[in-house]
């Protein structure tokens, strides 16, 4: 099992920035990917962003250029730094980690609310 546990978000103003944070514990195995997704009442949950182990990352066409992953692989942590932000980037955000391991699942934190107020 592993527990992940976020940290961050609240409420700003368009234009302005957030951090958010996830530390993770429990069975962690590497390699593994750690990122976060975003879901907004009436839609799915969509991917935000992700990073690998080795650094390689991922982005959501809608964030790149103004939010940025990044991850401390000795404390099993992921950050993302959100800035210029806008209405459109409102939800609840959700960290997640899955290991390289064939068959092995998905993890999700509990979600932390977003809002960006025009």
């Known amino acids: 099992q592993v527990q992940l546990v976020e940290a961050g978000g609240g409420s700003v103003q368009a234009g302005g920035s957030l951090g958010l944070s996830c530390a993770a514990s429990?069975?962690?195995?590497?390699?593994?990917?750690m990122g976060w997704y975003r879901q907004t009442p009436g839609k799915q949950r969509e991917l935000v962003a992700t990073?690998?182990?080795?650094?390689?990352?991922n982005y959501a066409d809608s964030v790149k250029g103004r939010f940025t992953i990044s991850r401390d692989n000795a404390k099993n942590t992921v950050s993302l730094q959100m800035d210029s932000l806008k209405p459109d980037d409102t939800g609840v955000y959700y960290c997640?980690?899955?290991?390289?391991?064939?068959?092995?699942?998905?993890?999700w934190g509990q979600g932390t609310q977003v809002t960006v107020s025009s």
């Open positions: 997640y980690y899955r290991s390289v391991m064939i068959g092995a699942r998905e993890y």
């Open positions: 990073i690998f182990s080795g650094g390689i990352t």
């Open positions: 429990g069975s962690i195995f590497k390699p593994n990917t």
